[in-house]
């Protein structure tokens, strides 16, 4: 501030501490955050009320559509203040806004470290929302779509075995079950082969009355959980770039505003000196 004490001359009143483009830089950062959340949230409201899938996805432990209004809405509120704070050079949103970063950051973190530590109960929980995927497999044609697509792509069947399947009211195994889907599993279950063309949706007729070794021949006897921890391990370090790349915008946006907070603070510092000294005749 040294610098700045021979009064306020034409040049102090042009100089400013808040650097233009870490300004916009954030201000641009935070917009393009900011319309992602409102597609976020359009798509699940969209969900919400337009597919009617309220009867399906409120017996699953979370609500997809839901959880996607959700962070939507939270990105939205922090994004906002991201936004105005730069624009308009508010140091109280841009507080609100870094120090929403810092605990989102942390609550990823431990999120990140109690599911390794506990993964055995993570594993459970897993387990917990396939079987009841499993149990409403029929209810809803977009539940259904995701888990044959989950199914076709890791090559599994159920949460643990095949058998699973008989959770479900349609392919429950029981004799006096009248579902023609009896003792049977969904087709994408189904071991294709390459030259098949043509899928055979009633390839899993009576699958559940065979033997492990038998239906096998014919079909994934293998539990997704098994196949996702299988697949979750052998590809560590492709998940941890992944975790990597979502912390990295966060990071980026703490350090942004928190230089541009410190500019202002400056800035303001600088204003009210030169307000002070202005009227100084000896100055």
């Not at 889907?181 to 007729?205: A, D, H, K, W, Y």
Request: include cysteine.
């Amino acid at each position: 501030m040294a610098g700045n004490r021979n009064g306020a001359t034409g040049s102090d009143k042009d100089f400013t501490f808040v650097n233009s483009f870490v300004k916009y830089l954030l201000f641009f950062f935070n917009l393009m955050f900011w319309v992602i959340s409102l597609l976020m949230v359009a798509v699940g409201i969209y969900a919400r009320t337009v597919k009617h899938a309220e009867a399906t996805l409120t017996s699953l432990s979370l609500d997809p559509a839901v959880m996607l209004i959700v962070v939507g809405v939270l990105i939205f509120l922090v994004t906002f203040c991201g936004c105005v704070g730069s624009l308009r050079e508010n140091i109280c949103l841009l507080q609100i806004f870094c120090i929403s970063l810092v605990v989102i950051f942390i609550i990823q973190l431990a999120a990140g470290v109690l599911s390794f530590i506990f993964s055995n109960k993570a594993r459970q929980k897993v387990t917990e929302v396939i079987n009841d995927a499993i149990v409403h497999y029929r209810d809803d044609a977009d539940l259904q779509n995701l888990i044959d697509f989950g199914q076709e792509e890791f090559g599994c069947c159920g949460a643990a075995t095949y058998l699973d399947w008989s959770n479900n009211i349609y392919f429950h195994c029981n004799q006096t079950n009248p579902s023609r889907e009896r003792c049977s599993v969904p087709f994408s279950c189904c071991i294709l082969s390459r030259n098949e063309s043509v899928v055979n949706t009633m390839c899993g007729q009576g699958m559940q009355e065979r033997e492990f070794a038998e239906a096998g021949k014919e079909i994934h006897t293998s539990g997704c959980i098994d196949i996702l921890d299988d697949f979750i391990h052998s590809n560590m370090i492709v998940l941890g770039g992944i975790a990597l790349g979502l912390a990295v915008p966060e990071l980026v946006g703490m350090i942004l505003s928190q230089l541009l907070m410190n500019q202002i603070k400056k800035q303001i510092e600088l204003q009210q000196y030169n307000l002070n000294h202005s009227s100084d005749p000896w100055s």
